[in-house]
């Protein structure tokens, strides 16, 4: 007995029509353009050898409206899982060329099953979109698939990572799917994500718009915040994504891939003392702070080019997996605006699902004061952070660097919003308000009628700075840890660290808590 080499053959015919579905130039053109074909994509996310496929033959082409004898290879998504390395990742890569990528009942169910596949085996989703969104002829079929994806995205969300990757049009409804994921990484050039693009905007609106100023990367990574990372071209974006995937786990009972054989070395670090100005009024970059903060100066931002007065981004010290939070106070003095908090809530609340030790680095004035700040709902933005702090259960150590002030100094972990260690370096102001602000409320009689006003309110300041808000003053009321030396910043973290890996909080049983939305 043997299979009749027909009916191999057979089977070989029919994969190499399905998986060679776009032609040699027409793959060449892609690749002059920096884009990949969606099998590539997966190609080059997956080490060689390890993608398996479901749902090759799926296709439900031939009873749509108009589509008789039309093949539609894969349904226009691949689907299946792969490893990298020793991580399994789930994917899936939508097929432009396949009816331009739009969502079926068929597409929506390959979706779901290579999601829900994630889900019980607990490993990443990574999924590249290029879809003119819901396809047109399945009607309510169409939309009932985007409905189930969504549910998906939610049952996953806060359990396995997930990544968008858009590498091309991601349109109408199907823009909510990257929204409901943990990252959304976008393609300069070609990708662009609108819920109503600029033909339909013109015609509703009589503003004549275009897809770069309502879609483009550009615009969604530093106006919108809607895209987390900008990548060059589709390689690029696969790198990004390998390089995200390297601090996450794979969901969230298991803990970041930390190095723990790195040592602690405690020699202390001099030179984070020329990271300092000398004047207080000169802002300091706290981006050379973190560089010598973290391991290898490396520091993987996230949301890089949105709301830049807070920085966000994961690293690791000695070894150990963090997410950073940091004040920008070359940025708007590092005050916190709408756009900060929501930037920072939205970090704290993804380390803490997977397990993300959290270190927040202070150097903040305030809230910033404004009127479209107040109109715009800074109290509910603002109250996000202590939402997301206060509701992490991963570790949480907080270093006040200079200035923490008033409700900013709550909103940036302190003690009492769940910190397990608090330190402060000897610069550390911590106060209701700034000094001179203080001074002004507290000794207005007394400079009406000083000699000399200036000069009697910058002394008051300094006093007040040197007196009521210094660090000693935080640490004898046992509200900090310890008041440090910058130098030793990084190994006095990286100890802390290494003791707070085990840490578990158990709170009261509930469905959720409320985020001020
Ligand atoms: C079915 C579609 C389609 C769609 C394109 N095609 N979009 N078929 N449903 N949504 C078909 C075209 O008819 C064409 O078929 C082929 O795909 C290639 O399309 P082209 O337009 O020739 O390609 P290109 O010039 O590269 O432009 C690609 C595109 C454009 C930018 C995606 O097609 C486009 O704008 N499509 C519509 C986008 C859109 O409005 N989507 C919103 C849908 S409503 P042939 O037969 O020529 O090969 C929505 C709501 C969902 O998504 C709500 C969920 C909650």
Redo the contacts with the bound molecule.
């Keep these: 007995m043997t299979i009749r080499p027909e009916l191999i053959e057979q089977l070989r015919s029919r994969r190499a029509k399905l998986t060679q579905n776009v032609s040699d130039e027409k793959l060449a053109a892609l690749h002059v353009k920096g884009l990949l074909s969606a099998r590539e994509r997966l190609d080059a996310l997956f080490d060689a050898g390890t993608f398996q496929e479901l749902g090759l033959h799926a296709s439900h082409s031939a009873t749509l409206f108009g589509m008789a004898g039309?093949e539609l290879p894969a349904d226009g998504v691949i689907a299946g899982s792969g490893y990298l390395g020793n991580l399994q990742v789930a994917a899936f890569s939508q097929d432009?060329n396949?009816?331009?990528?739009?969502?079926g009942k068929m597409q929506a169910r390959k979706i779901n099953r290579i999601m829900r596949h994630a889900l019980k085996i607990g490993v990443p989703v990574v999924a590249f979109k290029d879809?003119?969104?819901?396809?047109?002829?399945?009607g309510v079929d169409?939309?009932s698939g985007?409905?189930d994806v969504?549910y998906s995205n939610v049952l996953l969300s806060g359990v396995v990572p997930q990544i968008a990757v858009i590498c091309?049009?991601c349109?109408?409804?199907?823009a909510?799917s990257p929204a409901l994921m943990d990252f959304v990484i976008m393609t300069r050039q070609h990708a662009?994500m609108f819920l109503t693009?600029p033909e339909?905007i013109k015609a509703v609106t009589g503003r004549a718009t275009t897809m770069a100023e309502v879609g483009g990367a550009e615009m969604h990574a530093t106006v919108s915040g809607n895209a987390h990372f900008i990548a060059e071209d589709d390689r690029h974006a696969i790198a990004l994504v390998k390089q995200l995937l390297s601090y996450l786990p794979p969901n969230n009972t298991e803990d970041p891939p930390h190095h723990l054989a790195e040592p602690i070395d405690e020699t202390a670090d001099a030179e984070i003392n020329d990271c300092v100005p000398d004047d207080a009024f000169e802002p300091l970059d706290m981006y050379s702070v973190i560089h010598r903060v973290v391991d290898g100066g490396e520091l993987f931002e996230v949301h890089a080019g949105f709301a830049r007065n807070i920085i966000v981004g994961f690293a690791r010290i000695c070894g150990v997996v963090v997410g950073i939070v940091a004040n920008q106070p070359m940025v708007m003095a590092g005050a916190l605006d709408l756009n900060a908090a929501d930037k920072a809530a939205r970090f704290v609340r993804t380390c803490n699902i997977f397990n993300v030790p959290v270190v927040t680095l202070v150097d903040v004035p305030g809230f910033l004061p404004g009127v479209e700040q107040e109109r715009g709902g800074i109290i509910r933005h603002g109250a996000k952070m202590l939402s997301a702090y206060g509701s992490c259960t991963a570790p949480k150590i907080t270093v006040i660097l200079r200035k923490a002030y008033g409700g900013s100094y709550l909103a940036m972990c302190s003690q009492e919003m769940g910190a397990d260690m608090v330190f402060a370096w000897p610069t550390a102001e911590i106060a209701v308000m700034g000094a001179e602000a203080a001074v002004r409320i507290l000794y207005r009689k007394e400079l009406d009628q000083a000699e000399d006003r200036q000069a009697r309110a910058v002394e008051l300041a300094q006093e007040y700075r040197d007196e009521f808000a210094s660090p000693y003053v935080s640490a004898s009321n046992f509200y900090i840890t310890d008041v440090i030396e910058p130098g030793d910043t990084r190994w006095m973290l990286a100890l802390a660290l290494r003791k707070l890996l085990d840490k578990r909080e158990l709170r009261p049983a509930k469905k959720h808590g409320n985020i001020p939305m």
């Design positions: 039309r432009i396949v009816l331009a990528g739009s969502l879809s003119g969104g819901a396809r047109i002829q399945e169409a939309l985007y409905g969504f091309g049009p349109a109408g409804g199907a909510y662009h693009g339909v």
